[in-house]
């Protein structure tokens, strides 16, 4: 499917920082819920998490999610189960991790199924007690189960993680925009550390203590209005993808909220005076001069 233009995320090491990408947390942490949040996830997860794949289905109140990777037993080679185990178990620590991203705090797993003999009793109940869930090991293939009400979470921005990883995507998206006044600058901060969709202007206009009268007349006497905004903080982002993913301009323009990719063309170029497709090239064509110089 897509992979990251730079960077082997492949290995054990990477999954608990699966996240730390900043555009990688705009693709998960925008989403409207947990719903959105594992649509994206499965859809996009060759450029998440492109060593370890999971196929979804739901049944009555469960959402299964399976390990399409081959399963630790169904190898003959020692080391090999070993790291196809450990792989696993990252994934599992990270995801775990969700309960606590995405409103009360109580864990996303309802049961896993790992596809590895029990060893002992104290690793099976050391595992449980992390996960916080039953643990059952099976012959079979590795899965995992989660509530069907857990997909109606929303992200918890004040989770510290949460609020850690949009500080730093903060911060990438600024650097592509110019804003004209520091309510500017404040209003386009605010974007990019709210987790779900875009704050409408009745939002921004509470965030920022002000009505939306005031808000309004304000951002006049800038010269702009709050649509621009948001239009330039869509394009920020757009700008992040094309620069640090492989993915099709299409795919981006529906990342950012534009259900007509022509519209997208349109507005990108009108913004930057290139295409999405030029300014990736130019931006390419920039790096390599950058490193013939060394």
Known sequence: MFSVTNNDTRGANFLPLMFRREIIAHLLLSSENFDEWLCRYLLYQDLICPALLVQQ??????????????????????????????????????????????????????????????????????????????????????????????????????????????????????????PQSLLVEKIYRIMASHAGAIPTMEIMAGKLFKSVRTLRRHLRGDGVNYQELVVNYRIAVAKCYLLDTNLPANEIARLVNYADSSNFYRVFRYTEGVTPSQYRNRASLNTVDDLSVL
């Open 57 to 178: 289905d739901v049944k009555g109140d469960d959402v299964n999610l399976y390990f399409l990777a081959p399963d630790p037993l169904s190898t003959s080679s020692a080391p090999h189960r070993e790291c196809q185990f450990q792989l696993i178990k990252d994934w599992l620590m990270c995801w775990a991790r969700l309960g606590e991203m995405f409103g009360d705090g109580a864990p996303p797993f309802r049961r896993v199924e790992l596809a590895l003999p029990l060893s002992s009793l104290e690793f099976k109940r050391s595992l449980r007690q992390r996960l916080g869930c039953d643990v059952r090991f099976v012959s079979g293939g590795t899965r995992v189960v989660i509530p069907v009400e857990f997909l109606r979470k929303s992200v918890n921005s004040t989770d510290p993680l949460v609020a850690e990883l949009l500080s730093a995507l903060s911060k990438r998206v600024l650097e592509k925009l110019e």
